[in-house]
């Protein structure tokens, strides 16, 4: 069974840090590029950021380039996400994903694993 579990939100101050994570079990072999995304309330999911297989390629939203870090350590098979100055409009639950692709992958519906998200409240 595939589980992605994703922990490290919070509530946090605008300007503040946070580091999420993300810890697969379970997936098939083979290589597996993940991504981060996001679902504020009232709107869709939105791409946040997504690294290849490798790690060594990385995409990014425009509205995260710059603060947001997604980074792998494939030995806790873990994928995290670091990010900085954060803002009240990146409020929302966050969530990873895996997908069978040595490519970063932007779209939602090309990957193939969820987690059941973590939420990140940015509040004075």
């Known amino acids: 069974q595939v589980q992605l579990v994703e922990s490290g939100g919070g509530l946090v101050r605008p300007g503040d840090s946070l580091r999420l994570s993300c810890v697969a079990s379970?997936?098939?072999?083979?290589?597996?590029?993940k991504g981060w995304f996001r679902q504020a309330p009232g709107k869709e999911r939105e791409f946040v950021a997504s690294?290849?297989?490798?790690?060594?390629?990385?995409l990014y939203a425009d509205s995260v380039k710059g603060r947001f870090t997604i980074s792998r350590d494939d030995a806790k098979n873990a994928v995290n996400l670091e990010m900085n100055s954060l803002k009240p409009e990146d409020t929302a639950a966050y969530y990873c994903?895996?997908?069978?692709?040595?490519?970063?992958?932007?779209?939602?519906?090309?990957?193939?694993?969820w987690g059941r998200g973590t939420q990140v409240t940015v509040s004075s």
């Open positions: 994903a895996a997908v069978r692709s040595s490519l970063a992958v932007k779209r939602a519906d090309e990957y193939d694993y």
């Open positions: 379970g997936l098939p072999r083979g290589s597996y590029a």
């Open positions: 690294t290849s297989w490798s790690g060594s390629y990385a």
